[in-house]
């Protein structure tokens, strides 16, 4: 089968490689029909995720066809379509009688493992361990265009944004960063009712992208952003401030806006120590959580883009077969200039 392969960083080939194959009773073998790129895959490129190494097949969200299953599996049989999404779980150890996957211990300390600990899903064909646990079965009223953001972008906004932050009725809401992630938060806010989303950004079109997913008003960021978010707020701040970049100056923005007794959810991958005004914030009670997403969301997610509730099909802006998934790679790196925000990536163009 072919596969994109890491070779190193600034180095991929789509080329040949082993066919997927069952190893364990527990895994199944799913046909990839859909995948997409996450800027994850892009800090691995270059070279910033030392655990992936030379070899490895990147991509870590997919649907697919199930077309071998181990001895071992209950759920799922071949000719199956299923969303196979970032996070592998056990479903038995410490971490996932928790709720909190993320953290499985048994996938590999980590429920994050395609495209990382083991080859991904930027492939014909993908390895699910875990397959029971770890596979959802994808409704007949939600397509592939629609499931392949459940994967890991939707469930991410939604769970370390909207749920970490606690919005709820009434709510003001603030969302540092309109790229994929904070566009999911945008577009599930209202799930909770919010009364107003503010969308935060430094880039034009994503802020009109912004307005289209459910945001109620937008703020281009600059030296102006936090007097600009009070100054709509009568001076008091949001009840919620989502961060979605991952630099110290956007949470440090995200902490400023953010109500006495109000939320800072961070969402951002941080790559370097951020320094935080301690002492204007403790006299706030204000809350700061972090999440790595477990996607443990995916069933409400599915159901809510099946009754059409939650327009998924919106992220994707471009669409690629697996032969131009080097040109899907430049597009997705260069989303500013070629105005995208997730590609799809097909197995027949
Ligand atoms: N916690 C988790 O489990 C988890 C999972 C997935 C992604 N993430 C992280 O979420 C973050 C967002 O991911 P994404 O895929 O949406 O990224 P993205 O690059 O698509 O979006 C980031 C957005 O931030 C905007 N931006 C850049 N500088 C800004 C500034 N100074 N002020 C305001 N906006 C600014 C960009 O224009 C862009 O629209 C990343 O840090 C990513 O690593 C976290
Ligand atoms: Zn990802
Ligand atoms: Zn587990």
Redesign the pocket.
């Known amino acids: 089968m072919k596969a994109l392969v890491y070779h190193g960083p600034g180095n991929k080939s789509w080329e040949d490689v082993p066919d997927a194959a069952v190893q364990e009773p527990t895994d199944v073998v799913v046909r990839v029909d859909t995948t997409t790129i996450?800027?994850?895959d892009l800090?691995i490129l270059q070279g910033d995720v030392a655990a992936v190494t030379d070899g490895r097949v990147l991509g870590h969200e997919a649907v697919g066809t199930v077309t071998e299953v181990g001895a071992a599996v209950r759920g799922f049989a071949a000719g199956d379509r299923v969303l196979v999404p970032a996070i592998t779980k056990c479903g038995r150890c410490v971490y996932c009688q928790r709720g909190m996957p993320?953290h499985c211990a048994t996938v590999g300390g980590i429920g994050w493992i395609f495209g990382h600990l083991i080859d991904g899903t930027q492939a014909e064909s993908v390895r699910v361990p875990y397959a029971d646990t770890s596979l959802y079965a994808v409704p007949p009223e939600v397509t592939n265009e629609q499931a392949i953001f459940l994967a890991?972008?939707l469930p991410?906004g939604y769970e370390?944004g909207v749920l970490a932050g606690e919005v709820r009725p009434g709510h003001t809401v603030a969302v540092?960063?309109?790229?994929?992630?904070?566009?999911s938060a945008i577009l599930t806010t209202g799930l909770w009712g919010a009364s107003r989303v503010i969308a935060?950004?430094?880039?034009k079109f994503?802020l009109s992208t912004a307005m289209d997913f459910g945001a109620t008003d937008v703020v281009e960021?600059g030296p102006n952003?936090v007097a600009d978010v009070l100054a709509m707020t009568d001076g008091l701040g949001v009840d919620v401030s989502i961060e979605?970049?991952?630099?110290p100056?956007?949470l440090r923005?995200a902490a400023a806006l953010v109500r006495p007794g109000g939320t800072i959810a961070n969402?951002?991958?941080h790559g370097v120590a951020v320094e935080l005004p301690m002492q204007d914030l403790w006299i706030r009670n204000v809350k700061l959580t972090?999440?790595?997403?477990d996607t443990v969301s995916i069933p409400t997610l599915l159901t809510m883009v099946a009754s059409g509730r939650i327009p998924a099909e919106k992220m994707g802006t471009h669409t690629f077969g697996f032969d131009q998934i080097d040109e899907a790679y430049d597009v997705f790196a260069n989303?500013?200039a070629n105005e995208a925000?997730k590609v799809v990536i097909t197995s027949n163009g």
């Open positions: 996450c800027g994850t800090h993320s890991d972008s991410t370390v540092v960063g309109a790229g994929a992630v904070g566009l935060i950004d430094t880039n994503r960021a952003t979605a970049v991952g630099y100056d956007t923005t969402i951002g991958v972090m999440t790595l997403v989303a500013a925000l």
